[in-house]
T-cell receptor, first 114, second 119 residues
Framework: DAGVTQSPTHLIKTRGQHVTLRCSPI?????VSWYQQVLGQGPQFIFQYYEKEERGRGNFPDRFSARQFPNYSSELNVNALLLGDSALYLC?????????????FGSGTQLSVL | AQKITQTQPGMFVQEKEAVTLDCTYDTSDPSYGLFWYKQPSSGEMIFLIY??????QNATEGRYSLNFQKARKSANLVISASQLGDSAMYFCAMREGNAGGTSYGKLTFGQGTILTVHP
């Protein structure tokens, strides 16, 4: 089975532009989460979607938005890009097992804002 | 207060030896999960091991084991028989609340520990 897939892998934008990042979860996973990882730090939670509904939101401005589609894939949108938005954006899909939750990440989209 | 603390910015270990990466956590929620991830220079976050707060036994996955000391709020990762390919950044993370509840998929990460394995 394919893992979590994200596109594009790299992206260069300029300040003020908007960007859309895409994520396909592992087949059968209904939960998708988005994380931002600034260089040298651990990932920070942005959003979580389950069955197409937003279930959680981290401490990020309204310029960040997301949605989940009927096939459970997801998009993260960022408007009015700032230099500080430059980061690795990670998508994760998760499912519950008898042993608890397992959460798997994609390879990420490296966003550079110039 | 930091919810996840990894006090070792960098660790070095000789190939084939064991190494322990430290992680302490802070939560008042009785139900939580603890995760360890490996992030090589390629950037992908690789799931290593999971420990639930109610699990009686310490989690093990191949060469990885989690030394879970609930009273001390620590969840150290032990890697046995280190390999050159183990060189990477390692993150400890926590999910507060019940798995499948409103905190589903929401992890809080530590700052990470860079592990270097010497031949």
């Amino acid at each position: 089975d394919a893992g979590v897939t994200q596109s594009p892998t790299h992206l260069i934008k300029t300040r003020g532009q908007h960007v859309t990042l895409r994520c396909s979860p592992i087949s059968g996973h209904k939960s998708v989460s988005w994380y931002q990882q600034v260089l040298g730090q651990g990932p920070q939670f942005i959003f979580q979607y389950y069955e197409k509904e937003e279930r959680g939101r981290g401490n990020f401005p309204d310029r960040f938005s997301a949605r989940q589609f009927p096939n459970y894939s997801s998009e993260l949108n960022v408007n009015a890009l700032l230099l500080g938005d430059s980061a690795l954006y990670l998508c994760a899909s998760s499912f519950l097992t008898g042993m608890g939750e397992k959460l798997f990440f994609g390879s990420g989209t490296q966003l550079s804002v110039l | 207060a930091q919810k996840i603390t990894q006090t070792q910015p960098g660790m070095f270990v000789q190939e084939k030896e064991a190494v322990t990466l430290d992680c302490t956590y802070d939560t008042s929620d009785p139900s939580y999960g603890l995760f360890w991830y490996k992030q090589p220079s390629s950037g992908e976050m690789i799931f290593l091991i999971y420990q639930g707060s109610y699990d009686q036994q310490n989690a093990t996955e191949g060469r990885y084991s989690l030394n879970f000391q609930k009273a001390r709020k620590s969840a150290n990762l032990v890697i046995s028989a280190s390999q050159l390919g183990d060189s990477a950044m390692y993150f400890c993370a926590m999910r507060e609340g019940n798995a499948g509840g409103t905190s589903y998929g929401k992890l809080t990460f530590g700052q990470g520990t860079i592990l270097t394995v010497h031949p």
